[in-house]
């Protein structure tokens, strides 16, 4: 099959186990097929691949099927959608493995293995002793007579099935679309067992069936499992069925350059859903760790990955996991937002979710102003409880910074500039306590005290938030509300000097 298979004909699959969370490699494995099957008009298959009897639980399928629709990865085929292709769970594709194995006997392509586990061990045990190059499965049972292989399963002996590689099949050699060629020495692989002596198909062999009877033409996945693609070449063969095109893409990294793990941080993607990010920024993200489309952009929406995705830009280095940039390109994803968005999807979700404020205590207008004001200071959706946090504090319960107030407050001058503050605010009304009025009333006042602005206007923002740092003095205290700012500003003037 050829690489360059594009348009509707290029079907890609991504199959997790549900033996835990989606994890940042996975997920990103998952955006890669995604995007190669949108970028080329084609079909993304999503597949459960459930064989695990001890680890795959029904919880943890529903937990990969919510952190796929939270990244926004919608698949054309698989479970809640269905599709020509189905069973889309492997345990729902038994008996298809069991027949294809049973074809694959019958036609010589494979046989019973009756070997027990001693069997086994003691083979090895001598060929290592004899320094056999070759250490694998001694291919005891290949030469049973058919039929005596068959009388010995009908009276019940227990057995594995071991696909044929052929004695004379030379390299497997690997066409990766990311590698390159990779050259396997076929002398090296013995007759791999494809079903267990449980009934149960091996991961090589039931993947295998899967693909092919799926038409998956490109198979994008972790080159953890570069080592497990010549065993699966030799199985498309015994099938008969084209081999599609493979494309390993590299691991993902800490910093410190080892497999990322819980010390690194978080490393599942509802961690990330649950730590405010954004899902078209932590799509970006991961889309660029490993790919980029001109070396040069940062900022990606996910439609330009979408139609610009190619495995061509795939590099074959290890990603760094850089907790800076995401929180860098997250932060830009939420500045980029229209307030009105800003209000209904971050700042009322997170009020609501502290419990401080359902959407009912103020009217639309101080909510968009809320979001002009805090948007620009927010990295996280959850910085906005932060950002908002002085006016949902009562007055008298205001918590002031040390550092603030002996930098601000305990400066002479201070009393001076709260007073004088004060007396400026009190001449605004409530209709006239906008933004623009209240820079008005306060920019005369460094000129008339002789001060500079900031031995100004700090010890008015210390009073009012409780530090030294909020947006521009005018939303600040628009926000706050004529009555808090006065109240606030008059206890403060007991602090200061």
């Known amino acids: ?38 970028a080329n008009g084609g079909t993304f298959v999503l ?43 492997q345990t729902e594709c038994l008996q298809l493995y069991r027949e294809a194995a049973t074809r694959l006997v019958a036609e010589g392509k494979a046989y019973y293995c009756f070997c ?36 010995r399963v009908d009276a019940g002996e227990p057995y594995t099935i071991r696909v044929k590689v052929p004695l004379d099949r030379g390299d497997v050699i690997v066409h990766d679309a990311v590698h390159g060629d990779v050259t396997f020495n076929a002398r090296d692989l013995d007759d791999f067992i494809i079903f267990r002596s449980d009934g149960t198909p091996t991961y090589n062999f039931a993947t295998v069936v899967d693909d092919a009877r799926m038409g998956i033409t490109h198979i994008i996945r972790g080159d953890d499992h570069l080592s497990n693609t010549p065993r699966q070449v030799i199985v498309y063969d015994a099938l008969g069925a084209p081999t599609p095109v493979f494309a390993h893409i590299s691991m993902i990294l800490g910093s410190d350059g080892k497999k990322l793990s819980k010390r690194h941080g978080a490393t599942s993607v509802e961690e990330y859903r649950d730590a405010g990010y954004l899902s078209d920024a932590f799509v970006n993200y991961l889309a660029l760790l490993g790919w980029a489309p001109d070396g040069e952009s940062t900022v990606i929406p996910r439609e330009r990955i979408s139609s610009e995705f190619s495995l061509d830009h795939v590099s074959r280095n290890p990603a760094i996991m850089d907790p800076k940039k995401l929180d860098f390109i997250n932060g830009e994803y939420l500045h980029a937002m229209d307030d009105t968005t800003f209000v209904h999807d971050i700042l009322l979700p997170q009020l609501a979710a502290a419990g401080i ?53 305990a400066k002479q001058g201070a ?16 209709a006239r306590w906008t933004p623009d009025a209240i820079e008005r009333a306060l920019d005369p006042l460094p000129e008339r ?38 109240a606030r500003i008059e206890y403060a003037t007991s602090l200061a000097l």
């Open 116 to 151: 027990t586990p001693e069997k086994l061990a003691a083979d090895r045990k001598a060929a290592q002793a004899r320094k056999d190059p070759f250490q694998g499965y001694q291919r005891t049972c290949r030469h049973i007579d058919p039929a005596e292989a068959q009388a």
């Open 1 to 38: 099959m050829s690489d360059t298979i594009t348009g509707s004909s290029v079907r890609v699959r991504f199959a997790p186990s549900p033996t835990g969370k989606l994890h940042v490699g996975g997920a990103r494995t998952a955006i890669y097929n995604w995007a190669f099957a949108r």
């Open 449 to 486: 005290l002789g001060m500079g602005k900031g031995r100004v206007f700090q010890p008015v923002r210390v009073a009012c938030v409780g530090g030294a740092a909020s947006p521009g003095i005018g939303e600040t205290l628009a926000l706050l509300g004529r009555t808090g700012t006065l």
């Open 357 to 409: 404020d359902d959407g009912t205590s103020h009217d639309e207008a101080w909510y968009l102003l809320a979001a002009q004001a805090f948007k620009p200071r927010c990295t996280l959706s959850a910085d906005v409880l932060a950002q908002a946090a002085y006016l949902y504090t009562a007055d008298n319960e205001l918590a002031y910074d040390p550092k603030a107030v002996k930098k601000w407050l």
């Open 47 to 89: 597949r459960i691949d459930d064989t695990d009897p001890t680890r795959s639980t029904e919880e943890n399928t529903q937990v990969i099927l919510r952190a796929m629709r939270w990244l926004g990865l919608d698949w054309d085929e698989g479970p809640d959608v269905g599709g020509d292709h189905g069973p889309y769970f």
């Open 415 to 430: 009393h001076e500039a709260l007073c004088a503050a004060g007396e400026a605010l009190a001449s605004l009304d409530d």
